[in-house]
């Protein structure tokens, strides 16, 4: 069962003190406090972990500073929508730029970071095409052990500098290590925090619950999660649940493809039509990652890349992120070359795109139009 307190609620006020008190007397019944605080207000809400069956929703609206009840019984208590009228916030803002179920954004960027020179071409066209987001592999998590496993560390001073010197704001970036994120922070106050870190768990880590867990317990990064790609969709979920749990409510929950040979000829199974089921299941701004699940530049006979059919079938369905690998020159890309856009497509890319979301808005409309006619 969760309590939402109304805006604003002071842990030191006489109010809050007297509900918590009434907390502590419930038998079998813990609580834990999750206090969100924004520029304006500050939202508490109160998860009561037990026996809460023998609870009632009235008995609990009637404490003091409890604006709501939410009864939980599915398993993603956190980020799950529980009931008709679950309308706690489902987006958030991360230096500047909105993430939400009702927003869309482009990380375009490299797989890996390869040279400060590629950095540099990718992000001059990010900006010549008015991107404020990129994603940026400095640590990548390698099927081979004799492959290149990133420049880790080493490359962050310039990916950053780079990044704001482009007016780039957010870089997704995998990490495969607690310790990354210390040298993502140490870097970036270095350089001055010229730009903004989402971390990504890739799809070999969704259930490393504990990196989930450190990486759930800071709130300074917001996460961006893979769906695990051997896995069912409730366990990727509960994983996602996991950094929520911790702490961290900032989290993007992305598809990437499953692995299955029924794929085939995509690297992995394309599963973008699970992108409205996730939305309807948790409050996650939901993504789709078109590279990884295709894998390839394959062209249908109409003209289009394979790349841009799914993205246009994940964004005509409702996706909130698209997370893409672009590369000046894939041939001298050091991972996934191959599924690389080129930067001379990325104006084009945008204007798919944009036709795709512009016609999910009005599916969308015309839906709640079709509604109000009854
Ligand atoms: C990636 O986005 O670079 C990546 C390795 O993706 P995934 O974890 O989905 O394989
Ligand atoms: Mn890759």
Redesign the pocket.
């Known amino acids: 069962m969760i309590l939402v307190l109304e805006p604003n609620t002071h842990p030191e006020s006489a109010e809050y003190r007297m509900l918590t008190g009434e907390l502590e007397r419930l038998a079998n019944i813990d609580y834990r406090v999750h206090r969100e605080v924004g520029k304006e207000v500050t939202l508490t809400e109160i998860y009561l972990i037990g026996n809460t069956g023998a609870l009632s929703v009235e008995q609990m609206r009637v404490l003091p500073c409890v604006a709501k009840v939410v009864r939980v019984s599915e398993a993603w208590r956190v980020l799950g929508r529980h009931q008709q009228g679950d309308d706690r916030p489902s987006s958030f803002d991360y230096n500047g730029v909105h993430f939400g179920q009702d927003s869309l954004n482009v990380f375009a960027g490299l797989?890996?970071v390869d040279s400060p020179e590629s950095v540099g071409a990718m992000m001059k066209a990010l900006a010549a095409h008015g991107q404020v987001c990129t994603?940026m592999?400095a640590y990548?998590?390698r099927t081979s052990p004799y492959a290149f496993q990133g420049f880790g560390a080493k490359c962050l001073p310039y990916v950053f500098e780079l990044a704001g010197r482009h007016g780039i704001r957010v870089i997704a970036m995998?990490i495969t290590h607690e310790s990354h994120i210390d040298e993502i922070r140490e870097a970036l106050a270095r350089t001055g925090n010229p730009t903004g870190v989402m971390l990504?768990i890739?799809?070999?880590?969704t259930q490393n619950f504990e990196l989930l867990k450190i990486v759930g317990r800071q709130q300074e990064f917001p996460v961006l999660i893979?769906r695990g790609?051997g896995i069912d969709l409730d366990e990727s979920l509960n994983a996602a649940e996991y950094l929520a749990t911790e702490g961290n409510r900032k989290i993007v929950f992305?598809l990437?493809?499953m692995k299955t040979n029924m794929g085939d000829p995509h690297r992995n199974f394309v599963d973008f039509a699970h992108v409205p089921v996730v939305k309807r299941l948790t409050r996650m701004p939901v993504g789709i990652?078109p590279?990884?699940s295709v894998g390839s530049r394959a062209r249908a006979p109409d003209g289009l890349l394979d790349i841009f059919h799914v993205v246009a079938q994940g964004v005509v369905a409702g996706a909130n992120m698209i997370?893409v690998?672009f590369h000046p020159d894939p041939s001298k890309a050091l991972?996934?070359g191959p599924q690389a856009l080129l930067l001379s497509e990325l104006g084009h890319f945008l204007d798919d795109v944009a036709i795709a979301r512009d016609a999910y808005l009005r599916r969308a409309e015309l839906t709640r139009r079709q509604a109000a006619a009854g």
């Open positions: 797989c890996a994603r592999g990548k998590p995998e990504q890739g799809t070999r880590n893979k790609f992305c990437r493809g990652d590279s990884h997370l690998d991972v996934d």
